[in-house]
C-alpha cells in the first residue's frame, strides 16, 4: 500500500518548521567564537620571535607574516564550517535513530527523502554561514599585514577560506548517506573526525618531507593546505566557485541519503 503524501502547502509548513530548529545559535556562536580565535591568533604569532616565523614559512613554503597568519587562520574557518554542521546532521539523523525518534517521524505521511532534506539542509547551510563569517573575518584581519608584492591578497585569502568551507561541505554531503544508516552517535564522530582530517595530512606530511613532493608538482598542489596561498590569485575565483559547486553537489548527497533511509529498517 502506498502511503499518502502530505499536500504542498503542508510541505512549506514542515520545512520552515524544520529550519526553526536548525543550529542557528549555534553557528552563530562558532562564528564569533572563530573570529575570536583568529584575531587572538595574530595577537599571539606578531609576538613571537623571528625564529618561530621563519620555522613556519619554511615549514609550509610561504612567506611573510600575512602568509603565516592566514595558514592558521584557514584551520579554524575550516573547522567551524565543518563541526557546525556535523552537530546538527548527526542530531537529524543518528541520534535521532539511536533514540528512536526516527521512527515517529517517517510514520508522518511525508517521504523519507523529503524528511531527511528538511532536517538536514538546514544544518548544511549553518555550516556554511558560520564559515563564511569566518572566512570573511580572516581577510579582514590578514589585510593589514599584506606588504607590497606580498604572496597573499585579501581576495586570495578570502578564497582560500571559501574553498574549505565548500571542502567542509562537500565532505559531509559525501558522508551523509553513511549517517542516515549508523546507529550510533560516538561511532558517526568518530568517523566524522577521521573524515575531517584526511584533507590535512598531506599538508602534515609536506611540512616533514617536502622532497618527497618534489617530482610531483601537481599532486602537491591539489592536495596540500598551503598550495592555497601559493596559488593567491587562482584561490581568489576558485573559493566561491567551489562553494557555488558544493550546493548541487549537496542537494544530490542528500536525495542520495533520502533514498537510503527509505530503504532501511527505521520504518
Known amino acids: 500500500m502506498t502511503r499518502a503524501t502530505a499536500p504542498a502547502g503542508s510541505l512549506r509548513g514542515y520545512f520552515a518548521l524544520e529550519a526553526r530548529r536548525a543550529p542557528r545559535r549555534t553557528s552563530l556562536v562558532a562564528a ?4 575570536l580565535v583568529v584575531l587572538g591568533t595574530h595577537a599571539l604569532l606578531v609576538r613571537v620571535p623571528a625564529q618561530v616565523i621563519h620555522f613556519l614559512e619554511q615549514a609550509f613554503g610561504i612567506e611573510g607574516m600575512a602568509a603565516v597568519l592566514l595558514i592558521n587562520d584557514l584551520l579554524a574557518t575550516y573547522f567551524v564550517a565543518y563541526f557546525v554542521a556535523l552537530a546538527g546532521l548527526v542530531d537529524a539523523t543518528v541520534t535521532a535513530r539511536e533514540e ?3 521512527e515517529i517521524l517517517l510514520a508522518k505521511p511525508i517521504r523519507a527523502r523529503v524528511l ?6 538546514p544544518s548544511l ?3 556554511a554561514g558560520a564559515g563564511v563569517a569566518v572566512a570573511a573575518c580572516t581577510a579582514l584581519a590578514v589585510a593589514p599585514h599584506i606588504a607590497a608584492n606580498d604572496m597573499v591578497s585579501a581576495a586570495g585569502a578570502l578564497g582560500a577560506g571559501l574553498a574549505l568551507v565548500a571542502l567542509a561541505i562537500a565532505l559531509l554531503s559525501a558522508l551523509l548517506p553513511l549517517l542516515a544508516r549508523m546507529r550510533d552517535s560516538f561511532h558517526a564522530l568518530m568517523v566524522a573526525s577521521a573524515v575531517w582530517i584526511a584533507p590535512l595530512l598531506p599538508t602534515a606530511a609536506f611540512m616533514y618531507r617536502p622532497d618527497a613532493f618534489e617530482a610531483r608538482e601537481g599532486l602537491r598542489d591539489a592536495i596540500v593546505l598551503a598550495s592555497l596561498l601559493w596559488n593567491d590569485a587562482t584561490s581568489a575565483w576558485l573559493g566561491p566557485a567551489a562553494l557555488a559547486l558544493a550546493i548541487p553537489l549537496a542537494a544530490l548527497a542528500i ?5 537510503l533511509l527509505e530503504r532501511a529498517d527505521a520504518r
Open 116 to 121: 531527511l532534506a528538511a532536517r538536514t539542509a
Open 255 to 259: 536525495a542520495a541519503a533520502g533514498v
Open 100 to 102: 528512536h525518534r526516527l
Open 32 to 35: 564569533i567564537a572563530g573570529a
Open 125 to 127: 547551510l549553518a555550516g
